[in-house]
């Protein structure tokens, strides 16, 4: 067991963390400026003018799987690649890329296209990856994933009752969904949608995953669903009716009926990608604490002398290492056994990420006073983005449940033990 980074994993590392210290922590006024000006669903200038200069760096695409990578189903086109970084090295530059919201968008890391174009690297076509994939991946559009539907509880993907069905060569979508991420940006073309192809079929093989393009016929956004009263513009996430929209057969995905196979491709990085950005917030939010914290006097001494702000910044120092660890670890369980042994590990860290930047954000929002409410330190936007994260990917019930039962699995008792457990007598057992 190795604690050091490796050269490779500090190289990404300090180059993303330098990229975002001398660039983008410096435009953040200027991106705030251009935020509130004009119309509230735009392309934001100096995002674009930060996109060519990380490029330039080959800051890009850093979540794309490496080459070696085990689930490609269908060719192996070489050009559609990034940098190849494991999981691992990755979850090192996506801590860096949550220390500020857009970051990530300005080296073409941002979800949800980044699972989007995990999913058409790993099982798209020759053609669905030129059309859709080539300018995901060079900036040029962006796109959304429809899943979440208003009418059932979507935790449980098998309620979902969109429906695509085949007719000739097309297949017709109906259906509703909301919590549509990224739909309010004008430069989202495509979506993936889920939905039901066969509701004959057995209870996981009724679903299936295809590409829509936004402004097909029949395709309307309803309305824009604010967090906490934030709109998340340009970004948003939207309310969308599907009223039988038209689609070419070549765009289904894997095939009919494998849905909930490419979900579990798509949703073991994409939910660890969230917890590796979510410590960069919790990092940002003690330094701002630990800041106010020495800045501000109350009572006749400094708020950092009273020693319920010792225990407070004592308790979220370590909540962060070890919630770091236990990311870091499922990152490299990932790498190296594979997603589907490292479930639980991802499971965890779902759960556990989310939770701990939420009591860190809730302290230093504390420390400021009434400027914590404000938007003025950004702690209030950054809780609520936090608490949509124990709802998205899957809510915490869900992850702790499929911990509870691995455990109960590991630790299931022998008929002897049985006896013995259900009599109350452990003299016979330790």
């Known amino acids: 067991m190795d604690f050091q980074p490796t050269e490779r994993q500090s190289h990404w590392r300090d180059r993303v963390r330098d990229f975002i210290e001398k660039e983008v922590r410096p435009a953040v006024p200027t991106y ?7 119309d509230r669903w735009k ?34 086109s070489f050009e559609f690649e990034g940098p190849g970084l494991t999981n691992l090295e990755y979850a090192m530059v996506a801590e860096e890329l949550g220390r500020i919201g857009f970051a990530s968008e300005t080296m073409n890391c941002s979800a949800p296209d980044t699972g989007n174009m995990e999913v058409l690297h790993r099982y798209g076509t020759r053609e669905q990856k030129e059309q859709w ?19 059932v509880a979507s935790s449980d993907a098998t309620n979902i009752e969109t429906s695509i069905i085949r007719e000739g060569d097309e297949y017709v979508i109906n259906g509703r969904k909301w919590w549509s ?20 079929a057995q209870r996981h093989q009724q679903q299936s995953m295809i590409l829509m393009p936004l402004d097909a016929e029949g395709v309307t956004i309803e309305r824009h669903l604010p967090v906490f009263g934030y709109d998340d513009a340009p970004h948003g996430h939207m309310e969308i009716s599907l009223n039988n929209v038209r689609v070419p057969a070549s765009a289904m995905l894997l095939g009919e009926g494998r849905g909930f196979e490419i979900a579990q491709g798509r949703l ?62 499922a990152a490299d369980m990932m790498d190296k056994v594979g997603n589907k042994a490292a479930k639980q590990e991802i ?14 954000i809730d302290d230093a929002i504390q420390a400021h006073g009434g400027a914590g409410v404000s938007d003025d330190f950004g702690l209030a936007q950054a809780y609520a983005h936090q608490r949509t994260l124990r709802l998205a990917d899957g809510p915490d019930e869900v992850h702790a449940r499929s911990i509870a039962r691995m455990e ?23």
């Not at 991420?181 to 004959?200: F, W, Y």
Request: hydrophobic letters at 40%.
């Open 268 to 329: 073991g990085p994409g939910r660890i990608h969230h917890c590796m950005r979510t410590i960069g917030v919790a990092e940002e939010a003690l330094e701002k604490m630990c800041k106010r914290l020495q800045a501000r006097e109350a009572f006749g001494k400094p708020i950092y002398k009273h020693s319920i702000w010792e225990q407070r910044v004592a308790q979220a120092r370590i909540d962060i290492e070890m919630t770091r660890l236990l990311c870091l670890k």
């Open 43 to 76: 392309v934001i200038p100096v995002v674009e003018e930060l996109k060519e200069k990380a490029k330039a760096k080959g800051l890009w695409n850093m979540f794309m799987p490496p080459r070696n990578d085990s689930h490609h189903h269908v060719d192996e």
């Open 181 to 200: 991420s990224g739909a309010g940006d004008p430069r989202c073309k495509v979506a993936i949608v889920m939905g039901k192809s066969d509701t004959s």
């Open 32 to 38: 705030k400026a251009q935020d509130a000006e004009g």
């Open 347 to 360: 499971a965890m860290i779902k759960v556990a990420a989310p939770t701990m930047a939420l009591k860190i």
């Open 133 to 151: 994939l080539a300018p995901l991946m060079a900036g040029e559009i962006r796109s959304a994933f429809l899943m979440t539907e208003p009418q």
């Open 408 to 430: 109960f699995a590991r630790h299931a008792p022998t008929e002897d033990e049985m006896e013995t457990y259900s009599s109350g007598d452990m003299g016979a057992t330790r």
